[in-house]
């Protein structure tokens, strides 16, 4: 029998994990905000020790990033972007930000492509660069006049990587492990992110209402909800049967609290192996890609998928759609099948007008020089 709701069965979780651990029982200070101001002391030391150019305005720039309320990984991305933009600006000679000019930052964009930076990476170069020349133009040590024209790379728009129903069918038979198999049929059926998943605390899940509640994406910070299916409903229940009721976290690594994202990737690239597809280059973000896929074949309306992926913007979504345009299918399909029976049933007709027009043309040959010229 299917629990009704995780909260109701406290023989399998206990009142020890209804409550996600979120503060310190010493200080009260949230684990998350503890990470963040342990990230923006580390930056700055960072930056202080790297005998840089501009570290006042580089540290009243990651302070104002930390007011903005950024997570302590978006921090530590920021930091990162600063050390390299800075150090660059070293190697040129730079001494003061107040000297910065439009070629700075469009040599610095030739020099992240010339390291071999996948275009993807230098355009998220690029808008953490234009985020710090405007908050440098705001304290007024930028002329505004460097930003003046727009500093854009463009970015391939591949499709996203889906799994075909037949090879979909092999890895799902491969998996033997019940973690395991709850983990990926989850994945699948509501389209979470990995790292998502692996934050999903038991008291989360709603097992009577198939559902999951996200109450900040890890992308972007978004709230949803998220439903499952029957089959990952049926892997699910035996998973909890089987783990431990001490755990906070849905899903953890043996001897962990928690399993991390580079066992969840083994453990999935081990089952791509086993059903010869690891020359495919699946990872766990396609199934993401093909729950998306199969709901749109499926007939679901894109603002809805939207929000069941936590896009911010209908136009990510919309890249789902150049994959599983049935109506676009069905239209070539019509029309090469119209094609290709005006080929069959109209060769002798094209046969016998060819003979026509090749003897007309030498029956007017003799006569076309006596042809008067128009006037």
Known sequence: MVPTSIESHHSVFPSSVHHRITYDSACGVSRADHRRTHTLNKG????????????????????????????????????????????????????????????????????????????????????????????????????????????????????????????????????????????ILLLLRTGMRIGELLSTTVNEVLMGERKILIF???????????????????????????????????????????????????????YLLKARLDHKSYTLHSLRHTFATELLNAGMRLECLQVLLGHASLQMTRRY????????????FKAMERIEKEAIDEPDQLDRELPEIFEEAQLLAPHREELPEPA
């Open 216 to 270: 900040e994406a890890q992308k972007n910070r978004l709230g949803r909800v998220v439903y499952f299916s029957d089959d990952a409903r049926d892997a699910l229940t035996v998973w909890l049967r089987k783990r431990d009721p001490q755990k906070e976290y849905l899903f953890y690594a043996r001897g962990r609290n928690t399993m991390c994202y580079t066992t969840a990737r083994t453990m999935f690239h081990r």
């Open 44 to 183: 700055i030391q960072r930056l202080r020790t790297g005998n840089l150019p501009g570290i006042h305005h580089a540290e009243g720039y990651l302070h104002h990033k930390y007011r903005l309320n950024l997570r302590a990984s978006t921090l530590l991305g920021n930091i990162s972007f600063l050390v390299s933009f800075l150090g660059f600006l070293r190697t040129k000679g730079t001494t003061y930000l107040e000297t910065l000019t439009r070629e700075d930052l469009e040599a610095f964009i030739e020099h992240l492509q010339d390291v071999g930076l996948k275009a993807s990476t230098v355009s998220s170069r690029v808008k953490q660069l234009k985020a710090l020349v405007r908050f440098l133009i705001e304290e007024g040590v930028v002329a505004p006049q460097v930003l003046l024209k727009r500093l854009t790379v463009k970015v391939p728009e591949p499709l996203p990587r889906a799994i075909p129903p037949d090879e979909l069918r092999s890895l799902l038979t491969v998996i033997d492990d019940v973690r395991n198999r709850a983990m």
């Open 321 to 332: 759609a150049r994959l599983s345009d049935r109506t676009r299918e069905q239209e070539y």
